[in-house]
């Protein structure tokens, strides 16, 4: 684990979402003498789970809508930033409007603070791994918004930090499995173990031979906390498991676990490929995978048998 004791102030962003939650629990395990001296939270609405008690005495509140001017008055001397448009519609053209608008109150907001922060940007996979299983495909309009907005951000992330001296890592994060996600919805993972338990029936509407890779939820926090505590240089990195699997296999597979049945469109659409190559990562970091994705998923599965950490 990192050892974050030397960090006076560590600001979260977005700290409501399956990233943000993913941090603190991993955050969790860590020795008082370990963790920053203060933790910041900023979300939109607060937080909809229980903080870890382990993390109370040092952990506080802010509520504020990130794409409005940032009004909060304290130097953060390390920030984690995930915020995103929160919404149900993460390709709509007004979530990445408002992601640029996130960006630009960042930088505006850093630049009239007296400490040089440094910062770990969550970016996305999307904007490096994504490659069409057909060469006859192309990526829709509404992922190409998603894509832009994110290098957007990234651009102007990099230019602030050459122009006013703070430390930049920027995480480009894949696809990720653990039990947090079983809460959220629209998730390959989740839905198919959630029909496979309740239905014994896991349908796949897409293409079998679309590639994914699924790193576990506390190697995914392991990563960004190692991030943070880069050494000083501009970075990108690419977070997430490097070994592939289609949906096809990871359909049967928790149709094994779950005694479920697996049914196919009998004509998806041309399927994709997305996956980082994570070995400069890797070596950057000092870190491992964590669990496989079988691993990550059986427990799942477990968990969700067990009717914690769901919902519908």
């Not at 608008?101 to 970016?123: E, P, T, Y």
């Not at 031979?209 to 991030?227: C, F, G, H, K, P």
Request: glycine share 8%.
């Amino acid at each position: 684990m990192s050892n974050l004791s030397a960090v006076e102030s560590l600001l979260i962003t977005g700290a409501n979402g399956f990233v943000g939650r993913s941090v603190l629990e991993r955050l969790a395990y860590y020795q008082p003498s370990d963790l920053p001296k203060e933790i910041i939270l900023v979300t939109r609405k607060g937080i909809d789970f229980e903080l870890p008690p382990a993390l109370s005495p040092f952990t506080k509140l802010e509520i504020q809508d990130l794409t409005k001017p940032w009004v909060l008055n304290f130097e953060s001397t390390h920030i984690i930033n995930l915020a995103a448009d929160g919404s149900n519609s993460p390709y709509s053209e007004k979530a990445s409007q408002d992601f640029r608008l996130i960006g630009r109150n960042l930088v505006d907001w850093l630049n009239s603070r007296n400490v040089l922060a440094k910062v770990f940007h969550a970016s996305s996979g999307a904007c490096f791994g994504y490659k069409s299983l057909s060469s006859e495909r192309s990526l829709d309009s509404s992922k190409v918004n998603f894509i832009t907005a994110r290098l957007d951000v990234e651009e102007m992330l990099k230019k602030a930090s050459k122009t006013f001296g703070f430390d930049l890592s920027i995480g480009r994060l894949f696809t990720f499995s653990g039990n947090l996600l079983l809460e959220k919805s629209q998730y390959a993972v989740t839905d198919f173990i959630k029909s496979g338990l309740t239905n014994g029936r896991i349908h796949v509407t897409g293409n079998p031979e679309t590639v994914r890779s699924y790193m576990n939820q506390e190697a995914m926090a392991e990563w960004i906390l190692q991030a943070l505590l880069n050494p000083v240089g501009e970075t990108t990195l690419q977070i997430g498991a490097s070994e592939p699997v289609t949906i096809g296999e990871l359909a049967e597979f928790i149709a094994e676990k779950t005694g479920a049945k697996v049914d196919y469109a009998p004509n998806p659409q041309p399927g994709d490929l997305y996956l980082p190559d994570n070995e400069k990562t890797k070596t950057k970091l000092g870190l491992s995978e964590g669990l496989n994705w079988r691993l990550s998923v059986q427990q799942m599965i477990e968990t969700a048998r067990r009717g914690s950490n769901v919902t519908n």
